[in-house]
């Protein structure tokens, strides 16, 4: 039986199962593969969800934040800066997920995959690389650039 006292009750299962693949990659992954695992996840949801804009940033960050609001993640702003592309990615609450789950700590990571192969695939450099400059869990700062 389960004790109420010590188990927390899931959105549901959806919501377990990630709570428990993410726990078990951080568990026995070392840190290097587990940021690899999240990152190659982004480069998955950046496949599955290829920008087609070849135009201005503004049409990307349209592109992007239809993209967000159909999948329910928040908005994005982007802005072109002395270092490259600023990414501001603000985060909704997300329906079926536990709200300080480890997905929230996973998500800067699979954004930051994702955001990179969205600008490669709009011709950025080898050299260019997305990283993440702040994450307060519900605000996620990136930088494409060098």
Do not use: C
């Not at 428990?20 to 990659?25: A, G, Y």
């Not at 609001?69 to 501001?88: A, N, P, Y």
């Not at 909704?92 to 699979?110: K, M, N, S, T, Y």
């Amino acid at each position: 039986m389960i004790d109420p006292t010590t188990a927390r009750a899931p959105a549901n299962v959806t919501s377990l199962l990630l709570e428990l693949l993410l726990t078990e990659v951080r568990e026995t992954a070392q840190p290097d593969e587990e940021l690899a695992f999240l990152h190659s996840v982004g480069f998955q949801l950046a496949a599955r969800y290829p920008l087609q804009s070849s135009g201005s940033l503004e049409a990307v960050e349209a592109e992007l934040n239809d993209l967000f609001q159909h999948l329910g993640l928040g908005t994005v702003r982007l802005s072109v800066t002395k270092d490259g592309i600023h990414i501001r990615h603000r985060l909704l609450p997300v329906d079926g997920l536990e709200q300080d789950g480890a997905w929230r700590g996973a998500l800067p990571r699979i954004l930051q995959g994702a955001y990179d192969a969205w600008l490669r695939s709009l011709g950025s450099g080898p050299k260019l690389h997305t990283t993440i400059v702040s994450s307060d869990g519900f605000t996620f700062e990136f930088r494409h650039g060098a």
